[in-house]
């Protein structure tokens, strides 16, 4: 008998989603933008997105705890400016700016006695924000990957298609009135 392992994910990272702790600025735009769509994992979870039981992709998960993606559709007002601000107030200091298909990846980390305890990937185009914020750490040179795997992960890159399509078809709407 095969399981869906990605509907199990999603299951369980919409259930764990009450007992979830990250950064105040992430916690602060799930509250602002209240059409933003969160997903929430934790190590076991993320492990499940591993269908093609890649040995490298448990080795780049295995240091994070728990992590949460919030999508945002970013409005005509939204403010990218201070929203690194605000984690750079929390402390999270820039560590790496790259490009992927079209999208900036920004990465900030937390250290604590020069260990990192956080960091937040924010993944941002013209249209929508996404923001990894983890508990944990992963490779920086994995960060894309990690992005990836999350990405094509068939039930929610359903999810990612239809919030972004859900923007497209309010711009693609509003230019035909």
Request: proline share 0%; glycine share 4%.
């Amino acid at each position: 008998m095969k399981i869906n392992f990605t509907k199990i994910v999603v299951v369980l990272a919409l259930i764990s989603s009450s007992s979830f702790g990250q950064s105040k600025t992430t916690e602060a735009l799930s509250k602002k933008y209240t059409d933003a769509m969160a997903f929430f994992f934790y190590n076991n979870t993320l492990r499940m997105l591993n269908q093609k039981e890649d040995k490298g992709f448990d080795e780049l998960i295995k240091d994070i705890e728990k992590m949460k993606l919030l999508m945002i559709n970013k409005a005509k007002d939204f403010n990218y400016k201070k929203v690194t601000a605000d984690y750079k107030a929390e402390a999270f200091e820039e560590i790496m700016t790259s490009r992927y298909q079209g999208k900036n990846f920004d990465v900030y980390l937390k250290e604590s006695n020069g260990k990192t305890k956080g960091m937040i990937v924010l993944v941002n185009d013209s249209a929508s924000l996404y923001v990894l914020d983890i508990v944990g750490r992963i490779a920086l040179d994995k960060v894309t990957q990690l992005y990836k795997t999350i990405d094509e992960s068939s039930d929610i890159t359903d999810k990612i298609k239809a919030f972004s399509n859900k923007d497209n078809d309010k711009d693609h709407h509003k230019s035909h009135e």
